[in-house]
């Protein structure tokens, strides 16, 4: 018995609820509702519009240099510098870094779960994935700034040590002074971003159709060869939207990386060096901000929040599509 | 299981084809036990970091832990040593619930608007797609917002500021659980309470909402939770605060997760110490809404079946 629920509430009034009160309050009702999930866009569109607004005069003040500048000199008294490429810098190293460790690991998670793990370890291996999502990222860069980069230092020097003659990996390891390093932020990321990965990962895997991995098994493929054969193909697409969303968490990732990264402005190939990203240098620089300073402070923001939007929309996208497709094949 | 693996058998895999796993090439068996083990590894790898965290600020946080740390106002002067957190613990109570009062009722009027009467509409898919864009917005970017559309419209960093802030982080996440929780209502119900000649507000009230209510409360609390442990957006507008203050509207404010980090950057083992017992407060004010909510999902999911 299909009935659907919309006919019901276009029937005549003349039916046997009383017009009056309760259509009003059902105006009202769906109303507020409509305006709530309208709430959504307004938000998005408000905040775009009122910090463009508000950061305009660093824009007008910098042109292209904004993006493209390196000079990064707030308080430069004849001309106050406003060059942000070595924090677009530093946000793509330390995100890149994070993916480059949370990727593997996490689709190795989630393969744990969703393939391997005994029915009595799945609980408990979620409720992990979980506690880790739920540290708040301060707590992290406490962890990170107190006891992590003191401990990592003699390691990087380690590293450094190791690879001093060789070309290139003797200067993407250089030198380390101290623990606050792209590394050390790069880590720490990744860690943060391990529980988005692992979850949207394990939401694709879950969409191979269970034939097709059967039939993987039927032809004599060993598990590995099953997940290679069968459910990596299927979940490609989707996995690359997973490590999107990393991205674009990783990207907006502030306190953590805050006090990990070091706060110096340069751009170095060395991952043992200290850095800035880009909201780390808001978080950094806002209490003693003032006038130009907090509108460039605010505009690297727009720049923060265009970047993370683009990404997290793709990725959502891509992995909308993926699963549309999936349900196709299953069907 | 054990007989196949033996060579002893040989003579009978010659007239039967062994199938045992013991048949296949080295590669293929080495290959399989080593993925295996690493993936079995990548877990590990993240039981570490969370193992590593718990540890550190629960040893290093509960030398400092008293209810005098709890009470007492934050020392104004960063160097000196021993207790207060009072401050910070009345502004996160206060902060994350002004923001879980605004974003909580929006949020789960949002998902009605999504689930019963947008459906499967374009304007409803694009807010559903928008509301999952707007999770991934830096928590950062929306202090800024609030700090442009709030602090510099009444002049005054406070703790509605961050509350508001807050409140931003939490609609979208609000939005899509609840979402999920109406999702799960069977349609008969509403068809049943329709057939009854309830209006669809009255439907959605009286009959759809508590039976989602369960799943709606643990989403929320996951929420809160996540709002709770926020850094960023409360340093740009809530300011500055050292004895509790527990009027949002008047005078700046402080919280858990300001704290630690103000703390955490400085040198002097009192700040230090301060940071590790905000922490272990902090994480033990998340961990509680986050097994709550686990709980309350757990009883869900039982008197669903």
Known sequence: MEFPLTQLDRAPASDVTTPGRGRTLDRVFGGASYGAGLLVLGVL????????????????????????????APNNPDLPLFGTLTFLYGTAVSSLLALLIAVPVSIGIALFLTELAPRWLRVPAVTVIDLLAAVPSVVFGLVGILVIAPAALPLYQWIHDLVVNVPVLGSVFGPAVNGNTFATAGVILAVMVIPIITSISREVFDTVPVADKQAAYALGATRWEMIKGAVFPHSFAGLVGAAMLGLGRAMGETIAVTLVIGGSTQIAANLFASGNSM????????????????????????????????????????????????????? | ?????????????????????????????????????????????????????????????????????????????????????????VGTLVITGMAALLAIPLGVMGAIYLNEYGKQSALARFIRTMADVMTGVPSIVMGLFIYVTWVLAIGEKNGFGGALALACLMLPIV???????LRLVPDELRQASAALGARKWRTIVTVVLPSAISGITSGSLLAVARAAGETAPIIVTVG???????????????????????????????????????????????????????????RFALKER
């Not at chain 2, 939005?175 to 929780?181: K, L």
């Open chain 1, 45 to 72: 569109a408000l905040i775009l519009l009122s910090t463009t607004w508000e950061a305009l005069p660093a824009f007008q003040h910098s042109g292209f240099d904004f993006i493209f500048g390196q000079r990064w």
């Open chain 1, 279 to 331: 909201a780390a240098v808001i978080a950094q620089q806002w209490g003693e901000a003032s006038g130009l300073h907090t509108s460039a402070l605010i505009g690297i923001g727009v720049v923060l929040f265009a970047m993370t939007v683009l990404v997290n929309y793709s990725a959502r996208v891509i992995v909308r599509r993926a699963e549309i497709r999936m349900k196709g094949a299953t069907a």
């Open chain 2, 1 to 89: 299981m054990t007989a196949t693996a033996t060579p002893a058998r040989e003579g009978a895999a010659r007239s039967r084809p062994d199938l045992g796993k013991s048949a296949l090439p080295f590669r293929r068996r080495f290959a399989n036990r080593g993925m295996t083990v690493l993936i079995a590894a990548c877990l590990l790898l993240a039981i570490l970091p969370l193992g590593l965290v718990v540890y550190e600020v629960v040893s290093r946080g509960a030398g400092v832990m008293s209810l005098e740390f709890l009470t007492a106002d934050i020392p104004r002067n960063y160097r000196r040593e021993g207790p207060g957190m009072g401050a910070a613990v």
């Open chain 2, 175 to 181: 939005i899509r659980s609840s979402e999920e929780m």
């Open chain 2, 240 to 298: 500055i605060a050292f004895a509790a203050n527990p009027d949002l509207f008047d005078g700046g404010n402080t919280t858990l997760a300001a704290q630690i980090y103000r703390n955490a950057s400085l040198t002097f083992a009192g700040a230090q110490d301060r940071a590790w017992g905000a922490a272990l407060t902090l994480i033990a004010i998340v961990l509680l809404f986050t097994i709550i909510a686990r709980l309350i999902a757990a």
